[in-house]
């Protein structure tokens, strides 16, 4: 007996409703448990309201031997970034999932991402470290989603959602989908897909056997069963009933079966039905329990419409197949037309007008019961039980890369500039490093005073027994003094870290040995942000001593959102393959210019190089007043990052594409604040101006007078102290503190 849990944020049901995955996971998982598989359905609740499985579902649950655990994703918190929800609900999943023997988990949301994403930096050898074997469902993910619906996508947010999913299909042992279409769909978008996606179908419990219904008589009723919203097609079917007032005498009465999604559309169809002179009853109330009640007892007279343009394999579909006698007729488009097989006489192309000569042509001669065509129920229960059997014999891959036999295989380099208090903690921490298989590099960049210049040297004399390598240039800022350190080098990976940052004591040895594991080309780590000179480390045990006032899990290389919102690619520590750096021509130098390491991130990635993140939190990333990135031009940073896009889109034959998308969104952003101080302006004209914030929130010329409280502020308290201030009352209003820069 296997241990098999299906997550899923869709399930049956929520304050009385549930989706197409809510119904797949039902049926899935009483498919398996009549098999005799200890089966959990997990329920990840993703809204700011907690919610919870109806009481009735959950005692059906508990009746049919399926457990039930509910999850209750976290709010966003004031003191880390950045804030992905979908991050913050997978990593609560992640030990859930992790005491199972095969997840099943849907594509939207994915929640197994952090368990995915932390497997890849576990020795495989260790199986029981590794987790449960990992089989992403294509359902219906995001970008699907917002393209069936014809919606844009909210930026960066569905970007990052977008960015969660796709990485947690391409990392999963399997993948599978209930239609052909689903796949091709996602390919065609550029999803990754692990080796060959199997189509199964969808489980469904066979239903009870009926007596033979005799054929319709006479159809009085069309029934349109979806949701109302775009992608379910009930503007497609209100056209088609529209064209069909034009064409054709018949006035059947109509029904809206499915729950209401969309406003706007229900007034739509309404208002275009009523015009049109047929007699509307919306039934939004129903479950698919009630819904499959009601279509049986008005089957006789009832003609079922199903008119997405583009759905992947609908119950809805499946369903009303199995009613006895319901003249059913759907669309091609999307997986429709696989459910149905030899249902042509029941299929059109998605186009109102086709779909109005079907119904007329069912309308005048219905189909007989035995010309109608079944979803068969037992040939796909069959696949996934087939399937289920073979996934559990999946085996962790060896790693994709070995370590090579050259010794020291780390370089760590360490670019110096007027860092004296901070530089030795950071080579104290190298010093207590967990293994010495590494060589350090360290190159002060001309510093312009003594005592910085006096304390390199010192600590060159001190380590010069360890064969650590300093030496001093004529200052080149920082990414031209990274590459003369890494030009030193010969190891096979290069680590690259601030000389006012603190590594944890096993940073060096837990970096090489993911990069290893997981066969990347660079790996960043997660931070710990403070903003104190103190060490932040006990030398003893190398806990933190110096509370961090906020934390960075980054997101990854999520190219597109990461143009709007950078965070999501990381802090400055990370280690990367001398060769893949070397190809690259290293750091690109601009002098004056920050975001150098976000931008070397975007080239690598660009480059079609491997580049994650190892989500733990391996360095102490020191923020201090006064340093490059609070200094130099914000505008000037994002403009080099930009440029890293724009390279791309020239050789493309698109220039500025990359300038333009981030200032349309700027632009946006600005507009959305414009139109706050407005409507702040109408309420209370006499509304006040925000002393933390960048931007006035008056209409008055205040600016002057903003200005000088603001430099007042920062001038009379420490980084450290407003830091502290911004974690304990600002971040809850405004969110979490954001670095300058990388």
């Keep these: 007996m296997a241990r098999v849990a299906i997550v899923s944020y869709d399930v049956q049901t929520i304050r009385g409703e549930a989706g197409e995955a809510g119904l797949f996971t039902t049926r899935l998982a009483n498919v398996f448990r009549r098999a005799g598989e200890d089966v959990t359905i997990v329920a990840i609740h993703a809204g700011w309201a907690p919610g919870s499985v109806d009481a009735h579902w959950r005692a059906r649950y508990q009746a049919d031997g399926i457990s039930l655990i509910e999850l209750q994703s ?76 014809e919606h844009y996508p909210e930026l960066p947010t569905d970007l990052h959602l977008a960015y969660v999913e796709r990485y947690a299909a391409r990392h ?44 319709t008589a006479q159809i009085r009723t069309v029934v349109y069963l979806g949701a109302i919203e775009e992608r379910k097609g009930i503007r497609n079917f209100v056209l088609a009933l529209q064209h069909l007032a034009r064409i054709a005498p018949e006035r059947p009465d109509v029904v809206l079966l499915g729950r209401m999604i969309d406003p706007n559309l229900l007034d739509f169809a309404l208002l275009g039905l009523k015009s049109s002179g047929f007699s509307v009853t919306q039934v939004s109330s129903l479950d698919n329990e009630a819904t499959s009640a009601y279509l049986k007892k008005n089957a006789a007279e009832t003609l079922c419409v199903v008119s997405a343009r583009s759905d992947n394999h609908p119950y809805s579909v499946v369903e009303a197949s199995l009613v006895p006698g319901l003249n059913l ?28 000569k079907l119904i007329v042509e069912r309308l005048r001669q219905p189909l007989g019961p035995s010309e109608l065509a079944r979803y068969d129920c037992l040939a796909a229960n069959e696949r996934w039980l087939a399937f289920h059997r073979k996934a559990l014999q999946v085996t962790a891959p060896e790693p994709v890369r070995k370590l090579s036999a050259a010794k020291p295989s780390v370089d760590v380099c360490v670019a110096y500039y007027q860092k004296p208090v901070q530089f030795g903690q950071l080579l104290d921490a190298l010093e ?62 290069i680590l690259f870290i601030d000389a006012d940052d603190v590594p944890a004591y096993n940073a060096v040895a837990r970096m090489r040995e993911a990069i290893t594991l997981s066969g990347d080309d660079a790996l960043i780590c997660a931070s710990y942000l403070f903003a104190s000179d103190k060490p932040p480390l006990d030398p003893a045990t190398g806990n933190p001593v110096v509370p961090p006032y906020a934390t960075s ?3 990854g290389m999520d190219l ?100 333009a998308l981030s200032g ?29 914030s960048r931007e006035t929130q008056s209409f008055d010329t205040k600016v002057v007078s903003v200005d000088r409280l603001r430099a007042w502020y920062r001038h009379t308290f420490s980084l450290e102290a407003r830091l502290n201030f911004h974690r304990i009352f600002l971040a809850p209003f405004i969110g979490p503190y954001k670095p300058p820069s990388a």
Excluded at 101 to 108: F, H, K, L, S
Excluded at 118 to 134: F, I, L, S
Excluded at 569 to 592: D, K, L, P, T, Y
């Design 560 to 659: 597109v959102g990461g143009l709007i919102d950078p965070a999501v690619f990381g802090g400055s520590m990370c280690i990367v393959r001398r060769e893949v750096f070397e190809a690259i021509g290293g750091f690109r130098e601009v002098r004056g210019a920050g975001h150098e390491d976000w931008e070397l991130y975007v080239r690598l990635a660009l480059a079609g190089y491997k580049i994650d993140i190892l989500p733990e939190l391996l360095q102490f990333y020191r923020q201090v007043e006064g340093s490059l990135a609070r200094s130099l031009s914000p505008d000037a940073a994002r403009r080099r990052l930009i440029g890293a896009y724009e390279e791309r889109l020239i050789a493309a034959g698109l220039p500025g594409g990359a300038l």
């Design 329 to 356: 007729v759907a669309c091609r488009g999307g997986g429709v037309a696989e459910l149905l097989d030899g249902g042509d006489a029941q299929l059109c192309d998605p186009y109102p007008m086709d779909l109005a």
């Design 664 to 692: 349309l969104f700027f632009s946006a952003k600005r507009m959305e604040s414009k139109i706050k101080t407005l409507s702040s302006k109408l309420d209370a004209p006499t509304g006040n101006y925000s002393f933390f």
């Design 432 to 493: 207590r490093q967990t293994e010495t298989d590494f060589h350090v590099i360290a190159v002060n960049d001309g510093s312009p005073d003594e005592e910085s210049n006096q304390v390199f040297a010192r600590h060159a004399e001190r380590l010069a027994s360890r064969g650590w390598d300093f030496f001093t240039q004529e200052n080149a800022f920082v990414d031209a003094a990274r590459n003369n350190a890494a030009r030193r080098g010969s190891s096979e990976f």
């Design 172 to 215: 999963s042992d399997l993948v599978v989908s209930p239609s052909s279409y689903m796949v091709d769909y996602l390919k065609g978008i550029g999803w990754e897909l692990p080796g060959n996606v199997e189509v199964l179908g969808l489980p469904m419990p066979p239903p009870a056997k009926a007596t033979e219904s005799a054929a």
């Design 74 to 149: 976290p709010p966003a918190s004031a003191n880390r970034w950045p804030d992905v929800a979908s991050m913050r609900a997978a990593e609560i999943a992640a030990p859930i999932l992790g005491g199972f023997d095969i997840v099943y988990c849907q594509d939207r949301g994915n929640p197994a991402f952090h368990l995915l994403r932390t497997r890849r930096y576990t020795t495989r050898r260790n199986t029981a470290k590794r987790g449960p074997v990992c089989v992403t469902v294509l359902n219906g993910p995001s970008e699907w989603q917002l393209s069936s619906n």
């Design 553 to 555: 899990v980054p997101l």
